[in-house]
């Protein structure tokens, strides 16, 4: 029973790259979100999907790209990556309005250096 | 906007003492609340929710709509309590509900 998985776990990543965190659900939930979380701020949300095809913003959205294009799929880009940047991320997903139960994957550690 | 505040970073209480965290929530319309829990080295899960109003490792909840809170409560509290807990909330969103967090709070429990 997968649920949902995230890769990599770690990544250091230099100033300017670009890198692309994998998420992946095989409990063909509508919902999925990426969530990033820094000590004393809590989590906070970047994007979220209610479907393949739909993506909306979150609170923190600026640096982040996402695409819905699978059910399954939520990956979440970083293009010029910045110090900022530097903080745990994870993603989440559930089946939708009504069945709020959301379920994450482990985290991604990213380091921006 | 959606927003949810838990004014303490951190909780330290006694084995056997009661324990109260607090959230305060932001929201228009009619929203979900629940609260997650992170216990170290292991994902984020759901621990209870305020549709539900169960009763869950003896952890209760209820929400106050007149003072916009959910403050997560227990009578006496456990070593194995020790996490950190999250308050969310869920509500509409342009496309559909978005599930947002508060800060956190650290529980410590000591023997």
């Known amino acids: 029973n997968a649920g949902v998985t995230q890769t990599p776990k770690f990544r250091i990543l230099k100033i300017g790259q670009s890198m692309t965190l994998q998420c992946t659900q095989d409990?063909?939930?509508?919902?999925m979100y990426w969530y990033r979380q820094d000590p004393g701020m809590g989590l906070k949300l970047i994007y979220y999907s209610v479907g393949a095809g739909i993506t909306d913003k979150g609170e923190v959205p600026n640096g982040y790209n996402v695409s819905r294009s699978t059910t399954e799929d939520f990956p979440l880009r970083l293009e010029l990556a910045a110090p900022s940047q530097t903080s745990v991320y994870f993603c989440?997903?559930?089946?939708?309005?009504?069945?709020?139960?959301?379920?994450f994957g482990q985290g991604t550690r990213l380091t921006v250096v | 906007a959606q927003r949810v505040t838990q004014p303490e970073k951190l909780l330290s209480v006694f084995k056997g003492a009661p324990v109260e965290l607090k959230c305060n929530y932001s929201?228009?319309?009619?929203?979900?609340l629940f609260w997650y829990v992170q216990y170290s080295r292991q994902r984020l899960q759901l621990l209870l929710r305020?549709?539900s109003r169960e009763s869950i490792k003896g952890f209760t909840a209820d929400l106050n709509k007149g003072e916009t809170s959910f403050h997560l409560k227990k009578p006496f509290a456990q070593e194995e309590d020790s996490a950190m807990y999250y308050c969310?909330?869920?509500?509409?969103?342009?496309?559909?509900?978005?599930?947002?967090f508060g800060a956190g709070t650290i529980l410590r429990v000591k023997s």
């Open positions: 989440a997903s559930n089946r939708g309005q009504g069945y709020t139960e959301a379920f």
């Open positions: 305020h549709i």
């Open positions: 409990m063909n939930h509508n919902y």
């Open positions: 969310a909330l869920s509500g509409a969103g342009e496309y559909g509900n978005k599930l947002v």
């Open positions: 929201y228009s319309g009619s929203p979900e």
